[in-house]
């Protein structure tokens, strides 16, 4: 499973969040690195600078948002391997500190790993039964 939290509200892990990776491309302000506990500080799977200031975290650019930062990621894939390999192994937490909790990059990347991580379904054709 993969979830997010907000840095400020959970600076030490529970026990359901599996391994924590900071999401971030800045430091979120007033944690200091020590006291933060998490696996790594994934910088590379962010949004470009570009893009962060183009959304501005205004919700009317949402959709175009995750459209832009979907094909970031995929230019930039090797950045997801931590991620991908920490989810294969068990529960994963994006750490972000943006407020809005329900339009943030941590959202839109999890949106994107979940996709990317569902196991491909077969079609298989089924035969018409002959009564």
Partial sequence: MIQTERVYHHLEPGDSEGARFLVER???RG???THLKMDGWLKDVAPSAELRKWY????????EFQRRY???????????DPLVEAARRGDVTLLYSARDEAHN??????EYLERGL????????RRPTVH
């Fill in 56 to 63: 501005g975290h205004d919700p009317a650019r949402w959709e």
């Fill in 70 to 80: 979907a094909q970031e990621l995929r230019e930039h894939r090797e950045a997801l």
């Fill in 118 to 125: 569902r196991p491909a379904r077969r079609h298989a054709r």
């Fill in 31 to 33: 944690i200091k690195k």
């Fill in 105 to 110: 990059s941590a959202v839109a990347l999890k």
């Fill in 26 to 28: 800045l430091w979120p």
